[in-house]
Protein backbone atom coordinates (compact mmCIF):
# COMPACT_ATOMS: atom_id res chain seq x y z
CA UNK A 1 0.00 0.00 0.00
CA UNK A 2 2.55 2.48 0.80
CA UNK A 3 4.27 2.24 -2.84
CA UNK A 4 1.02 3.21 -3.95
CA UNK A 5 0.57 5.60 -1.94
CA UNK A 6 3.69 7.71 -3.28
CA UNK A 7 3.32 6.32 -6.85
CA UNK A 8 0.16 8.13 -6.59
CA UNK A 9 1.41 11.41 -4.97
CA UNK A 10 4.39 11.74 -7.65
CA UNK A 11 1.90 10.51 -10.89
CA UNK A 12 -0.47 13.36 -9.92
CA UNK A 13 1.48 15.70 -8.29
CA UNK A 14 -0.09 18.64 -9.89
CA UNK A 15 -3.57 17.45 -8.51
CA UNK A 16 -1.88 17.04 -5.21
CA UNK A 17 0.06 20.43 -4.87
CA UNK A 18 -3.13 22.39 -4.70
CA UNK A 19 -3.76 20.60 -1.07
CA UNK A 20 -0.45 20.82 -0.16
CA UNK A 21 -0.04 24.67 -0.83
CA UNK A 22 -3.29 25.41 1.22
CA UNK A 23 -2.06 22.91 3.93
CA UNK A 24 1.06 24.94 4.37
CA UNK A 25 -0.93 27.74 4.32
CA UNK A 26 -3.21 26.37 7.46
CA UNK A 27 0.44 25.18 9.18
CA UNK A 28 1.38 28.43 9.21
CA UNK A 29 -1.56 30.01 10.71
CA UNK A 30 -1.92 27.69 13.27
CA UNK A 31 1.73 28.47 14.44
CA UNK A 32 0.66 32.10 15.17
CA UNK A 33 -1.97 30.90 16.83
CA UNK A 34 -0.31 28.14 19.03
CA UNK A 35 2.72 30.91 20.07
CA UNK A 36 -0.26 33.32 21.26
CA UNK A 37 -1.19 30.21 23.70
CA UNK A 38 2.35 29.19 24.57
CA UNK A 39 3.44 33.01 25.46
CA UNK A 40 0.07 33.67 27.38
CA UNK A 41 0.54 30.75 29.71
CA UNK A 42 3.95 30.63 30.37
CA UNK A 43 3.11 35.16 31.00
CA UNK A 44 -0.06 34.26 32.86
CA UNK A 45 -2.42 36.80 34.30
CA UNK A 46 -4.40 39.58 32.12
CA UNK A 47 -1.62 39.01 29.09
CA UNK A 48 -2.99 34.92 29.38
CA UNK A 49 -6.53 35.64 28.95
CA UNK A 50 -6.17 38.46 26.17
CA UNK A 51 -3.71 36.31 24.02
CA UNK A 52 -5.89 33.00 24.72
CA UNK A 53 -9.00 35.45 23.53
CA UNK A 54 -7.15 36.53 20.62
CA UNK A 55 -5.75 32.80 19.24
CA UNK A 56 -9.17 31.21 20.12
CA UNK A 57 -10.54 33.65 17.24
CA UNK A 58 -8.07 33.21 14.96
CA UNK A 59 -8.52 29.20 15.41
CA UNK A 60 -12.59 29.29 15.43
CA UNK A 61 -12.26 31.82 11.87
CA UNK A 62 -9.24 29.66 10.17
CA UNK A 63 -10.64 26.19 11.18
CA UNK A 64 -14.23 26.56 9.56
CA UNK A 65 -12.49 27.95 6.72
CA UNK A 66 -9.79 25.21 6.05
CA UNK A 67 -12.46 22.47 6.63
CA UNK A 68 -14.75 24.00 3.89
CA UNK A 69 -11.62 25.07 1.27
CA UNK A 70 -9.86 21.76 2.26
CA UNK A 71 -13.28 19.46 2.09
CA UNK A 72 -13.85 21.01 -1.70
CA UNK A 73 -10.52 20.11 -2.79
CA UNK A 74 -10.56 16.88 -1.59
CA UNK A 75 -13.78 16.11 -3.37
CA UNK A 76 -12.29 17.76 -6.15
CA UNK A 77 -9.12 15.83 -6.16
CA UNK A 78 -10.98 12.34 -6.00
CA UNK A 79 -13.41 13.63 -8.83
CA UNK A 80 -10.32 14.35 -10.62
CA UNK A 81 -8.91 10.69 -10.19
CA UNK A 82 -12.11 8.60 -9.93
CA UNK A 83 -10.72 7.28 -13.50
CA UNK A 84 -7.66 6.32 -12.38
CA UNK A 85 -9.78 4.82 -8.95
CA UNK A 86 -11.93 2.65 -11.60
CA UNK A 87 -8.82 1.51 -13.40
CA UNK A 88 -7.83 0.06 -9.30
CA UNK A 89 -10.79 -1.62 -8.94
CA UNK A 90 -10.51 -3.87 -11.93
CA UNK A 91 -7.45 -4.62 -11.54
CA UNK A 92 -8.12 -6.05 -8.27
CA UNK A 93 -7.97 -3.46 -5.84
CA UNK A 94 -10.15 -3.69 -2.78
CA UNK A 95 -12.48 -0.68 -2.09
CA UNK A 96 -11.23 -0.18 1.14
CA UNK A 97 -7.79 -0.24 0.01
CA UNK A 98 -8.72 2.83 -2.04
CA UNK A 99 -9.70 4.61 1.10
CA UNK A 100 -7.11 3.65 3.27
CA UNK A 101 -4.42 5.26 0.82
CA UNK A 102 -6.56 8.44 -0.18
CA UNK A 103 -6.68 8.84 3.76
CA UNK A 104 -2.62 7.93 4.03
CA UNK A 105 -2.34 10.35 1.55
CA UNK A 106 -4.39 13.38 2.97
CA UNK A 107 -2.34 12.46 6.40
CA UNK A 108 0.75 13.07 4.58
CA UNK A 109 0.30 16.19 3.05
CA UNK A 110 -1.24 17.32 6.13
CA UNK A 111 2.24 16.37 8.02
CA UNK A 112 4.08 17.40 5.63
CA UNK A 113 2.56 20.81 4.68
CA UNK A 114 1.76 21.73 8.33
CA UNK A 115 5.66 20.78 9.10
CA UNK A 116 6.66 23.22 6.16
CA UNK A 117 3.88 25.78 7.24
CA UNK A 118 5.48 26.02 10.72
CA UNK A 119 9.31 25.95 9.24
CA UNK A 120 8.64 29.45 6.94
CA UNK A 121 6.58 31.06 10.00
CA UNK A 122 8.75 30.59 12.54
CA UNK A 123 10.95 33.45 11.65
CA UNK A 124 8.10 35.78 10.90
CA UNK A 125 5.85 35.32 13.95
CA UNK A 126 7.31 38.33 16.43
CA UNK A 127 7.28 40.56 13.05
CA UNK A 128 3.87 39.48 12.48
CA UNK A 129 2.64 39.79 16.21
CA UNK A 130 4.15 43.82 16.61
CA UNK A 131 1.84 44.65 13.66
CA UNK A 132 -1.37 43.39 15.67
CA UNK A 133 -0.88 44.04 18.65
CA UNK A 134 -1.28 47.50 18.14
CA UNK A 135 -5.06 47.84 19.47
CA UNK A 136 -4.24 46.29 22.85
CA UNK A 137 -2.55 47.96 25.22
CA UNK A 138 -0.11 46.04 27.48
CA UNK A 139 1.08 43.74 24.96
CA UNK A 140 3.75 46.47 23.93
CA UNK A 141 7.24 44.18 25.65
CA UNK A 142 5.46 40.76 25.22
CA UNK A 143 7.97 38.25 22.90
CA UNK A 144 6.26 35.41 21.31
CA UNK A 145 7.50 31.76 22.43
CA UNK A 146 6.89 28.93 19.99
CA UNK A 147 8.40 26.08 21.72
CA UNK A 148 8.40 21.94 20.23
CA UNK A 149 5.33 21.14 21.77
CA UNK A 150 3.62 23.95 20.08
CA UNK A 151 5.27 22.44 16.99
CA UNK A 152 3.93 19.40 17.41
CA UNK A 153 0.34 20.27 18.57
CA UNK A 154 0.12 22.50 14.95
CA UNK A 155 1.57 19.20 13.00
CA UNK A 156 -1.31 16.97 14.15
CA UNK A 157 -3.88 19.64 14.45
CA UNK A 158 -3.54 20.37 11.09
CA UNK A 159 -3.25 16.75 10.04
CA UNK A 160 -6.49 15.96 11.61
CA UNK A 161 -8.11 18.99 10.37
CA UNK A 162 -6.85 17.82 6.36
CA UNK A 163 -7.70 14.44 7.08
CA UNK A 164 -11.29 15.32 8.24
CA UNK A 165 -11.91 17.40 5.90
CA UNK A 166 -11.33 14.84 2.94
CA UNK A 167 -12.79 12.06 4.61
CA UNK A 168 -15.83 12.32 2.65
CA UNK A 169 -13.96 12.16 -0.36
CA UNK A 170 -11.92 9.56 0.63
CA UNK A 171 -15.13 7.59 1.05
CA UNK A 172 -16.11 8.36 -2.30
CA UNK A 173 -13.14 7.34 -3.90
CA UNK A 174 -13.83 3.71 -2.43
CA UNK A 175 -17.71 3.91 -3.89
CA UNK A 176 -16.74 4.83 -7.19
CA UNK A 177 -18.59 2.37 -10.05
CA UNK A 178 -15.85 1.57 -12.09
CA UNK A 179 -18.16 0.55 -15.15
CA UNK A 180 -19.68 4.05 -14.96
CA UNK A 181 -16.84 6.06 -14.08
CA UNK A 182 -15.09 4.92 -17.47
CA UNK A 183 -18.05 5.51 -19.35
CA UNK A 184 -18.63 8.93 -18.06
CA UNK A 185 -14.91 9.91 -16.48
CA UNK A 186 -16.34 13.58 -15.97
CA UNK A 187 -18.01 13.70 -12.59
CA UNK A 188 -21.92 15.20 -12.36
CA UNK A 189 -21.04 17.18 -8.84
CA UNK A 190 -21.60 16.31 -5.51
CA UNK A 191 -24.28 15.31 -3.58
CA UNK A 192 -26.50 16.45 -0.80
CA UNK A 193 -25.71 13.93 1.98
CA UNK A 194 -27.17 13.18 5.60
CA UNK A 195 -23.60 15.24 6.49
CA UNK A 196 -24.55 18.45 4.60
CA UNK A 197 -28.00 17.95 5.88
CA UNK A 198 -26.63 17.63 9.32
CA UNK A 199 -24.13 20.81 8.85
CA UNK A 200 -26.78 22.96 7.32
CA UNK A 201 -29.20 22.30 10.39
CA UNK A 202 -26.81 22.26 13.02
CA UNK A 203 -25.70 26.10 11.47
CA UNK A 204 -29.19 27.36 11.44
CA UNK A 205 -29.56 26.25 14.89
CA UNK A 206 -26.67 28.08 15.83
CA UNK A 207 -27.50 31.15 14.08
CA UNK A 208 -30.98 30.99 15.74
CA UNK A 209 -29.75 30.67 19.28
CA UNK A 210 -27.32 33.27 18.46
CA UNK A 211 -29.96 35.37 17.69
CA UNK A 212 -32.02 34.63 20.49
CA UNK A 213 -28.98 35.68 22.82
CA UNK A 214 -28.77 39.25 21.59
CA UNK A 215 -32.31 39.91 22.57
CA UNK A 216 -32.11 42.25 25.41
CA UNK A 217 -28.46 42.15 24.96
CA UNK A 218 -26.06 45.12 25.62
CA UNK A 219 -23.62 46.38 22.83
CA UNK A 220 -20.77 45.51 23.79
CA UNK A 221 -22.14 41.72 23.85
CA UNK A 222 -23.46 41.85 20.63
CA UNK A 223 -20.41 43.41 19.04
CA UNK A 224 -18.26 40.81 20.47
CA UNK A 225 -20.13 37.76 18.44
CA UNK A 226 -21.34 39.75 15.38
CA UNK A 227 -17.81 38.68 14.23
CA UNK A 228 -19.18 35.02 13.23
CA UNK A 229 -22.10 36.08 12.04
CA UNK A 230 -20.83 35.81 8.00
CA UNK A 231 -19.15 33.04 8.34
CA UNK A 232 -21.34 30.67 9.74
CA UNK A 233 -24.11 32.38 7.15
CA UNK A 234 -21.44 31.33 5.13
CA UNK A 235 -20.49 27.77 6.29
CA UNK A 236 -24.12 26.84 5.81
CA UNK A 237 -24.54 28.18 2.44
CA UNK A 238 -21.43 26.13 1.62
CA UNK A 239 -23.08 22.85 3.27
CA UNK A 240 -26.09 23.09 0.53
CA UNK A 241 -23.80 24.10 -2.21
CA UNK A 242 -24.06 21.14 -4.67
CA UNK A 243 -27.94 22.34 -4.70
CA UNK A 244 -27.21 26.04 -4.40
CA UNK A 245 -24.58 26.67 -6.65
CA UNK A 246 -25.37 25.10 -9.99
CA UNK A 247 -28.81 26.44 -9.74
CA UNK A 248 -27.17 30.19 -8.85
CA UNK A 249 -24.32 30.02 -11.71
CA UNK A 250 -26.88 28.89 -13.90
CA UNK A 251 -29.99 31.55 -13.28
CA UNK A 252 -27.42 34.45 -13.60
CA UNK A 253 -25.54 33.54 -16.30
CA UNK A 254 -28.72 32.68 -18.25
CA UNK A 255 -29.15 36.44 -18.58
CA UNK A 256 -26.80 37.14 -20.84
CA UNK A 257 -27.87 36.11 -24.45
CA UNK A 258 -26.78 33.22 -25.77
CA UNK A 259 -25.33 34.68 -28.98
CA UNK A 260 -23.66 37.44 -27.34
CA UNK A 261 -20.29 35.63 -27.53
CA UNK A 262 -19.01 32.13 -28.38
CA UNK A 263 -16.54 32.98 -25.57
CA UNK A 264 -19.32 32.99 -23.03
CA UNK A 265 -20.81 30.66 -23.86
CA UNK A 266 -18.47 28.01 -23.56
CA UNK A 267 -17.61 29.43 -20.13
CA UNK A 268 -20.90 28.86 -19.27
CA UNK A 269 -21.61 25.91 -20.21
CA UNK A 270 -18.18 24.54 -18.89
CA UNK A 271 -18.54 26.19 -15.73
CA UNK A 272 -21.83 24.76 -15.39
CA UNK A 273 -20.92 20.80 -16.30
CA UNK A 274 -17.72 20.98 -14.10
CA UNK A 275 -19.78 21.32 -10.99
CA UNK A 276 -17.24 19.88 -8.52
CA UNK A 277 -14.74 22.63 -9.99
CA UNK A 278 -17.41 25.39 -10.21
CA UNK A 279 -17.78 24.29 -6.22
CA UNK A 280 -14.47 23.64 -4.81
CA UNK A 281 -13.87 27.31 -6.38
CA UNK A 282 -16.66 29.09 -5.06
CA UNK A 283 -16.79 28.30 -1.85
CA UNK A 284 -13.05 29.33 -0.66
CA UNK A 285 -14.22 32.70 -2.53
CA UNK A 286 -17.30 32.98 -0.85
CA UNK A 287 -16.17 32.19 2.93
CA UNK A 288 -13.43 34.91 2.01
CA UNK A 289 -16.01 37.55 0.92
CA UNK A 290 -18.28 36.82 3.59
CA UNK A 291 -16.06 37.17 6.43
CA UNK A 292 -14.11 40.36 5.12
CA UNK A 293 -17.58 42.00 4.07
CA UNK A 294 -19.22 40.78 7.78
CA UNK A 295 -16.72 41.84 9.67
CA UNK A 296 -17.52 45.48 8.17
CA UNK A 297 -21.13 45.42 7.68
CA UNK A 298 -21.53 44.74 11.76
CA UNK A 299 -18.42 47.13 12.75
CA UNK A 300 -20.14 50.30 10.68
CA UNK A 301 -23.50 49.09 11.54
CA UNK A 302 -22.20 49.21 15.14
CA UNK A 303 -21.08 52.72 14.58
CA UNK A 304 -24.45 53.69 13.37
CA UNK A 305 -25.66 52.66 16.70
CA UNK A 306 -23.61 54.94 18.72
CA UNK A 307 -24.44 57.68 16.47
CA UNK A 308 -28.03 56.93 17.69
CA UNK A 309 -27.25 56.60 21.25
CA UNK A 310 -24.51 59.65 21.73
CA UNK A 311 -24.98 61.45 18.53
CA UNK A 312 -21.75 61.64 17.69
CA UNK A 313 -20.40 58.63 15.52
CA UNK A 314 -17.94 56.42 16.65
CA UNK A 315 -16.09 53.77 14.64
CA UNK A 316 -16.33 50.16 15.00
CA UNK A 317 -15.25 49.55 11.86
CA UNK A 318 -12.04 47.56 12.35
CA UNK A 319 -8.38 48.25 11.35
CA UNK A 320 -6.06 47.08 8.85
CA UNK A 321 -4.27 45.32 11.83
CA UNK A 322 -7.02 44.11 13.04
CA UNK A 323 -8.36 42.39 9.69
CA UNK A 324 -4.67 40.87 9.20
CA UNK A 325 -5.54 39.17 12.89
CA UNK A 326 -8.72 37.92 12.69
CA UNK A 327 -9.42 37.07 9.14
CA UNK A 328 -5.54 37.29 7.82
CA UNK A 329 -5.45 33.45 8.11
CA UNK A 330 -8.88 32.65 6.69
CA UNK A 331 -8.71 34.99 3.35
CA UNK A 332 -5.43 33.51 2.69
CA UNK A 333 -6.84 30.24 3.05
CA UNK A 334 -9.44 30.71 0.93
CA UNK A 335 -7.80 32.89 -1.87
CA UNK A 336 -5.27 29.93 -1.98
CA UNK A 337 -7.77 27.62 -2.11
CA UNK A 338 -10.15 29.22 -4.85
CA UNK A 339 -6.72 30.09 -7.37
CA UNK A 340 -5.42 26.24 -6.75
CA UNK A 341 -8.58 24.78 -7.51
CA UNK A 342 -8.78 26.14 -10.71
CA UNK A 343 -4.92 25.20 -11.23
CA UNK A 344 -5.47 21.72 -10.23
CA UNK A 345 -7.85 20.97 -12.96
CA UNK A 346 -5.97 22.62 -15.41
CA UNK A 347 -4.11 19.53 -16.62
CA UNK A 348 -7.70 17.45 -17.27
CA UNK A 349 -8.78 20.17 -19.63
CA UNK A 350 -5.89 19.84 -22.12
CA UNK A 351 -7.91 17.57 -24.16
CA UNK A 352 -10.94 19.99 -23.62
CA UNK A 353 -9.19 22.44 -25.39
CA UNK A 354 -7.76 20.16 -28.13
CA UNK A 355 -10.80 19.03 -28.96
CA UNK A 356 -12.72 22.96 -29.20
CA UNK A 357 -9.44 23.68 -31.65
CA UNK A 358 -10.32 20.87 -34.19
CA UNK A 359 -14.05 21.90 -33.41
CA UNK A 360 -12.65 25.48 -35.32
CA UNK A 361 -12.19 27.40 -32.20
CA UNK A 362 -9.34 29.59 -32.13
CA UNK A 363 -6.44 30.74 -29.46
CA UNK A 364 -8.35 33.69 -28.92
CA UNK A 365 -11.72 32.35 -28.42
CA UNK A 366 -10.16 29.60 -25.63
CA UNK A 367 -8.37 32.56 -23.82
CA UNK A 368 -11.36 34.15 -23.58
CA UNK A 369 -13.92 32.19 -22.65
CA UNK A 370 -10.61 31.01 -19.80
CA UNK A 371 -11.10 34.53 -18.22
CA UNK A 372 -15.21 34.73 -18.17
CA UNK A 373 -15.04 31.29 -16.66
CA UNK A 374 -13.23 33.02 -13.99
CA UNK A 375 -15.24 36.32 -13.84
CA UNK A 376 -18.50 33.24 -13.39
CA UNK A 377 -16.72 31.93 -10.39
CA UNK A 378 -16.36 35.34 -9.09
CA UNK A 379 -19.42 36.69 -9.60
CA UNK A 380 -21.29 34.01 -8.26
CA UNK A 381 -19.16 33.47 -5.19
CA UNK A 382 -19.94 37.47 -5.05
CA UNK A 383 -23.08 37.15 -5.08
CA UNK A 384 -23.38 34.83 -1.67
CA UNK A 385 -20.91 36.34 -0.09
CA UNK A 386 -23.07 39.70 -0.27
CA UNK A 387 -25.68 38.14 0.84
CA UNK A 388 -23.91 36.60 4.00
CA UNK A 389 -22.39 40.11 3.95
CA UNK A 390 -26.09 41.98 3.68
CA UNK A 391 -27.86 39.15 6.50
CA UNK A 392 -25.07 40.30 8.98
CA UNK A 393 -25.82 43.65 8.70
CA UNK A 394 -29.00 43.33 9.12
CA UNK A 395 -29.01 41.05 11.68
CA UNK A 396 -26.96 43.09 13.31
CA UNK A 397 -29.18 46.29 13.43
CA UNK A 398 -31.91 44.31 14.29
CA UNK A 399 -29.88 42.97 17.78
CA UNK A 400 -28.66 46.66 18.19
CA UNK A 401 -32.60 48.24 18.02
CA UNK A 402 -33.85 45.76 20.81
CA UNK A 403 -32.01 48.52 22.78
CA UNK A 404 -31.65 51.20 20.36
CA UNK A 405 -33.55 51.73 18.48
CA UNK A 406 -34.08 53.23 14.74
CA UNK A 407 -29.94 52.10 14.06
CA UNK A 408 -29.43 51.69 10.43
CA UNK A 409 -27.80 48.65 8.73
CA UNK A 410 -24.29 48.89 6.84
CA UNK A 411 -23.24 45.99 4.01
CA UNK A 412 -19.82 46.69 3.74
CA UNK A 413 -19.79 47.40 0.05
CA UNK A 414 -16.03 48.71 -0.13
CA UNK A 415 -13.99 45.41 1.38
CA UNK A 416 -16.49 42.95 0.13
CA UNK A 417 -15.77 44.52 -3.10
CA UNK A 418 -12.05 44.50 -2.55
CA UNK A 419 -11.76 40.87 -1.46
CA UNK A 420 -13.99 40.22 -4.77
CA UNK A 421 -11.75 41.58 -7.10
CA UNK A 422 -8.52 40.24 -5.40
CA UNK A 423 -9.87 36.85 -5.58
CA UNK A 424 -10.53 37.12 -9.38
CA UNK A 425 -7.31 37.97 -10.27
CA UNK A 426 -5.66 34.96 -8.48
CA UNK A 427 -8.93 33.35 -10.56
CA UNK A 428 -7.49 35.21 -13.24
CA UNK A 429 -4.01 33.99 -13.00
CA UNK A 430 -4.67 30.52 -11.97
CA UNK A 431 -6.84 29.65 -15.00
CA UNK A 432 -5.20 31.63 -17.48
CA UNK A 433 -1.72 30.92 -17.71
CA UNK A 434 -2.34 26.86 -17.57
CA UNK A 435 -4.92 27.41 -20.67
CA UNK A 436 -1.97 29.21 -22.47
CA UNK A 437 0.54 26.62 -21.46
CA UNK A 438 -2.40 24.22 -22.75
CA UNK A 439 -2.79 25.54 -26.15
CA UNK A 440 0.95 25.47 -26.96
CA UNK A 441 0.41 21.49 -27.15
CA UNK A 442 -0.32 19.68 -30.57
CA UNK A 443 -4.07 18.64 -30.71
CA UNK A 444 -3.68 15.65 -32.45
CA UNK A 445 -1.11 14.51 -29.66
CA UNK A 446 -3.26 15.57 -27.21
CA UNK A 447 -6.32 13.66 -28.86
CA UNK A 448 -4.29 10.25 -28.98
CA UNK A 449 -2.67 10.40 -25.75
CA UNK A 450 -5.64 11.17 -23.95
Known amino acids: MIRLVFADLAANARIWLGILIVTVAT ?3 GAFAAALIETGVSLGGTTLELLIGLSSSVI ?55 FLGCLCAWPLLQYLFDFVRTPFPGLETVRLA ?45 KMGWVRWVTFGSVVACLSAMMLSFVGA ?9 VFIGPIIAGGLAAIGPILFP ?27 RLSQSTAAISPLMVAIAMAGGLYSAGETLANASSVQTN ?17 GPLLLSALGAAMTVFMSGHARRREFALI ?4 GTHR ?37 TTLPGTAASFGIAPTTAVAGAGLLLLLVATVIPTAVALRHDVPGTLAST
Open 27 to 29: GAV
Open 60 to 114: LLTGITALVVLGSMANLTVSLQQRSYALWQLVGIDPGLTRRVVVTQLAILGLFGA
Open 146 to 190: FGAGSFYWVICSTAAIVVLGGWRGARHASRIAPVKALREPEPQGA
Open 218 to 226: DVAFIASQT
Open 247 to 273: ALLGAWTAVVPRGASAAWYLARHCAGY
Open 312 to 328: TPQSFAPGVDAVVLILG
Open 357 to 360: QSAG
Open 365 to 401: TILAAAIFEAVIYMLTAAILGTFATAATGLITAWAVS
